[in-house]
């Protein structure tokens, strides 16, 4: 199993207070382990954060499943009472070693901003980035190679 971590917060960046976050992580379709050859329905695992926002899951790596495989997230606000007040859906896939659900996220063609750049000699933090392979504080650096990477 891969652990996928996140945290739910307000557009300040605290915590959402009088809303309660519910994650649900729902497997596209029934597959099958590549190892093993275990059988795992397209059932949903839902996930309540903690009252910082921070939660945590296992889920099965997709990259280790036979067919083409990726999870529907989708994150819903509820009111104090449980009613939806609003929500968000993605797509992610998760590899075997897991990670940040925002860094898991495949936006597609549908993204607000699927061009945003990372000038550096080190990798993204995230697969949304164009990567241009190069040291920001020095042109002439050697180890900067001018290449323009879309990171994958």
Same mark, same amino acid.
């Given at each position: 199993m891969a652990v996928v971590t996140g945290?739910?917060?307000d557009i300040g960046g605290a915590a959402m207070g009088n809303r309660n976050g519910v994650v649900k992580f729902?497997?596209?379709?029934g597959n099958?382990?590549? @190892? *093993? %050859?275990? $059988?795992r329905p397209n059932n949903t695992q839902t996930v309540t954060p903690s009252s910082d926002?921070?939660?945590?899951?296992n889920l099965e790596p997709t990259v280790s499943m036979l067919a083409d495989a990726w999870y529907m997230v989708r994150i819903e606000w509820l009111d104090n009472v449980g009613n939806l007040i609003t929500y968000l859906e993605f797509q992610i896939r998760v590899?075997? @070693? *897991? %990670?940040? $659900?925002?860094?898991?996220i495949e936006l597609g063609s549908g993204g607000a901003?699927?061009?945003?750049?990372?000038?550096?000699?080190?990798?993204?933090?995230s697969r949304r980035y164009i990567w241009l392979h190069m040291n920001p504080a020095d042109n002439t650096d050697p180890a900067g190679t001018g290449d323009?990477?879309?990171?994958?």
């Open positions: 945290n739910l917060k729902t497997l596209n379709a099958i382990t590549a @190892s *093993g %050859g275990g $059988l926002g921070t939660f945590s899951t590899p075997t @070693s *897991g %990670g940040v $659900l925002s860094d898991l901003n699927p061009m945003i750049w990372w000038v550096g000699l080190t990798a993204p933090p323009v990477r879309q990171w994958r």
